[in-house]
């Protein structure tokens, strides 16, 4: 990736992290005291990554959750917020996910604590109705980003600056419009995404798809793959094929998506780099059919 086409938030985020790194650097020449030359980015939050942690049930941060009633917002029917119950780390990144066609939160609900204690606040939405297609499911995430930040009780806890939105089926295509819609979002993780629109040659948000290698409904050969090659390789992007596994693979526990998800998650919404081991070369095991990526850059 050539330095001209890495967006700007992105470039500012390396820049700071070289600068940081820099004075360490000089710092310990002063001082006599050696260290590793990489500085950790302001926005990391948790131990170091491990195999261990990422597969575990549940990461290293206590979680609570509250429900969000329909008539009590705009744009999106309400849903349930996931959040670390410590703030001794300062605020975090957020993250909306849609539930698919015809299926509510609940379908999918796993992913909220799973992904909250790793350090994000998580709404999980239900949407306007269990028809929207993926264009209004994609408002709705924006929606839903947009009153977690501005007047949900947890907004104190939130940095807006880094949100990120995934989706399972329909609501995986509703990630795709809107992390097109709004490319100051830092990351994408459609799982399973359906959606009449091919190409994403417009999208600038670090993506990461995530298919199942048997499913029938949103094949991969037709929807995620598609999807992915179109994304320009100028954007952060990453595939991960599941094998065997059938359209409806996020509605129950899936650790080898939870693993993906949250290293990508932790590497693009809090820029941590720690978790580029993660990425990059990536996951290999009986239960991966395919994984492709950009490699980021550290």
Known sequence: MQPSTIPARHRARRLLVTAAATLALITGSLTGVTG?????????????PTTAILEASRGPFATAQQSVSSLSVSGFGGGVIYYPTSTAEGTFGAVAISPGYTASWSSISWLGPRIASHGFVVIGIETNTVLDQPASRGNQLLAALDYLTRTSSVR???DASRLAVAGHSMGGGGSLEAAKDRPSLQAAVPLAPWNLTKSWSGLRVPTLII???SDTIAPVSSHSIPFYSSIPSATEKAYLELNNASHFFPQSTNTPTARQAVAWL?????DDTRYDQFICPGPSSSAISDYRNTCPLS
């Open 36 to 48: 590793p030359a990489r500085a950790a980015s302001p926005y990391e939050r948790g131990p170091a």
């Open 156 to 158: 104190s806890r939130i």
């Open 211 to 213: 298919g199942g290698e």
């Open 266 to 270: 932790k590497r693009f919404v809090d």
